[in-house]
């Protein structure tokens, strides 16, 4: 099993920077797609963003294009949400993933069920 542990939030003003990291555990890391998805209190968990396995193919919700960067790095099994520009609407608990099936990331990447692993998740609060 892979594990996944998600640290960085906290709350902030709006307008304020965060930098979210989630850690995995194994040697198969750079076989996983990774994603970052959210899920306010009565909402459905809510896509953000994926990587390739490479590091060198990003996505992005439309929400947070141009806000938010994801980032890899395979020698540290680390994959990272650097949020900038934050909004009241982007409080929600934040969860990385990893997905294991081939294809995935060309079909299915921005859909909670395609991903396999799933961290504890970190709590974001945006202030106005």
């Known amino acids: 099993q892979v594990q996944l542990v998600e640290s960085g939030g906290g709350l902030v003003q709006a307008g304020g920077s965060l930098r979210l990291s989630c850690a995995a555990s194994?040697?198969?890391?750079?076989?996983?797609?990774m994603g970052w998805f959210r899920q306010a209190p009565g909402k459905e968990r809510e896509f953000v963003a994926a990587?390739?396995?490479?590091?060198?193919?990003?996505y992005y919700t439309d929400s947070v294009k141009g806000r938010f960067t994801i980032s890899r790095d395979n020698a540290k099994n680390t994959v990272y949400l650097q949020m900038n520009s934050l909004k009241p609407e982007d409080t929600a608990v934040y969860y990385c993933?990893?997905?294991?099936?081939?294809?995935?990331?060309?079909?299915?990447?921005?859909?909670?069920?395609?991903?396999?692993?799933w961290g504890q998740g970190t709590q974001v609060t945006v202030s106005s």
């Open positions: 993933a990893a997905a294991t099936r081939v294809g995935v990331f060309s079909s299915g990447r921005t859909r909670p069920a395609e991903y396999d692993y």
């Open positions: 194994g040697r198969t890391f750079s076989s996983y797609v």
């Open positions: 990587v390739s396995r490479s590091g060198g193919i990003f």
